[in-house]
């Protein structure tokens, strides 16, 4: 055992590490040419609105003529190649950005279609859907309201089936297509913006007038481009995950077509008023600054995710993507194979975090999941995911899904403590 500088850390364990560190160089690479890119993207959007320290002001009440939030909408759209964008700290998650999307497209008798197989678990209830006892949940889901769900699986490779998709939308001809960007708790790819372009081009094909709507949590800033310029109409996401930066302390955005955006709005508030209120209470200058951050620390969780790769690439494991793989968010999945090891992972994760690392994480009743979640969450903003943690249900396939790391030097740290974890415990071998 060898101290590495403050850790304790097998010397095998480190021998792999500089391998590993090795055999990632050119996905930093990629990686590094990408972030210049999006910051730059980022730093123009600023410039462009004339940000001032004025559109830091906070506001109460209503929030009527809240400049600072109006132009941050603007900064926002024109950083993610959007008509508009809704930007507010009082989205209080990704889920909730995705529901006000939802409800604020879809009307009673209109038909959702979800193309990328099963949505993520916490909208099942959103929709809808039957829990594991077959019984509907009647708490306003778009189910209750009257809302048609159709849903096209994923092929055997776990990727879209355009001509399926193709024929369910000349079929149902839907209100909605919801694209699912990330691989949620699932080995299947996450989908890079080129992959999403493919699907809007196949619905447009066959249902022309049909809301192209993309679930695009863990993938801002990855890409040098996002959704909207493949065609999406509507796009939404969570500002403790990449948009961000690791500096928001809560909030959700909604960016695409102005009139959706609208619709949207109205949801979000009440009809006649939408955007005009929500007073910001001084929230403005962190999702400024997290804004700004966003593109630089996505790299930095990037080249987290690719060194894990790497390094449980050369200790045997499946890992979805590979390290030289190009990705499409920040989710690294590591199958692990048993729940033991799946524990022993996310213990071990817990224990490089900076915020509460003493604390060992057990396996709970999560509300919204079917299967009990770990989480390691060792974090400054509750549940951010851009911050690392590494979460999984323990069913099978046992496989963590690591995120985040607003720097790369502590997150390669808490990776390598994984790996000690469950050497420690007997569950790896060397």
């Not at 929709?127 to 699986?153: Q, T």
């Not at 500096?247 to 109205?266: F, K, P, Q, S, T």
Request: aromatic content about 8%; proline content about 5%; glycine content about 10%.
């Amino acid at each position: 055992m060898t101290k590495s500088a403050f850790f304790s850390v097998d010397d095998r364990l480190l021998a792999l590490s500089e391998r590993a560190m090795e055999e990632a160089s050119a996905a930093f690479a990629r990686i590094d040419r990408a972030t210049e890119y999006n910051q730059q993207k980022v730093l123009a959007a600023f410039i462009d609105h004339r940000v001032s320290e004025s559109h830091f002001v906070p506001t109460t009440g209503y929030g009527y003529g809240d400049r600072g939030r109006d132009t941050l909408d603007g900064v926002f759209a024109q950083a993610m190649g959007a008509e508009d964008a809704l930007v507010r700290h009082s989205i209080v998650s990704g889920t909730h950005a995705i529901t006000i999307a939802l409800f604020g497209v879809l009307r009673p008798g209109d038909t959702m279609l979800a193309v990328t197989g099963r949505p993520y678990d916490t909208l099942e209830k959103v929709i809808g859907l039957p829990d594991s006892n077959g019984k509907h949940a009647d708490m306003g889901s778009l189910r209750d309201f009257g809302v048609r769900y159709g849903e096209v699986a994923l092929d055997g490779d776990g990727l879209p089936d355009l001509p399926a998709i193709r024929a369910a939308a000349a079929e149902t001809q839907p209100r909605l297509v919801h694209i699912q960007r990330s691989r949620g708790y699932s080995l299947r790819p996450s989908l890079r913006v080129g992959q999403i372009g493919e699907i809007v081009a196949a619905v447009r094909e066959v249902s022309p007038d049909s809301v192209v709507f993309v679930d695009n949590c863990y993938g801002e800033f990855v890409e040098e481009t996002e959704p909207t310029a493949v065609g999406a109409d509507l796009m939404a996401g969570s500002l403790i995950k990449n948009p961000g930066g690791g500096i928001a302390e809560n909030g959700g955005y909604l960016c695409g077509r102005a009139d959706l955006v609208e619709l949207c709005a109205c949801r979000m508030t009440t009809p006649g008023l939408g955007r005009e209120v929500g007073a910001s209470l001084g929230h403005n200058r962190t999702l400024y600054m997290g804004l700004f951050h966003a593109p630089h620390v996505v790299g930095e969780a990037l080249k987290t995710a690719v060194y894990c790769a790497s390094l449980f690439s050369l200790l045997g494991y499946e890992v979805a993507p590979r390290a030289d793989e190009r990705r499409a968010d920040i989710i690294q999945a590591v199958r692990l194979r048993t729940p033991e090891a799946l524990v022993a992972f996310c213990q071990g994760m817990q224990r490089g975090a900076p915020v509460d690392a003493f604390v060992v994480p057990e396996p709970w009743d999560m509300p919204g999941y079917e299967s009990p979640v770990i989480m390691a969450a060792g974090a400054f903003t509750m549940g951010a995911s851009i911050e690392l943690s590494a979460d999984a249900p323990l069913r099978e396939p046992y496989a963590a899904y690591m995120q985040g790391g607003l720097n790369f030097h502590s997150g390669k740290t808490g990776v390598l403590l994984a790996a000690q974890s469950m050497l420690e415990k007997g569950l790896l071998a060397l």
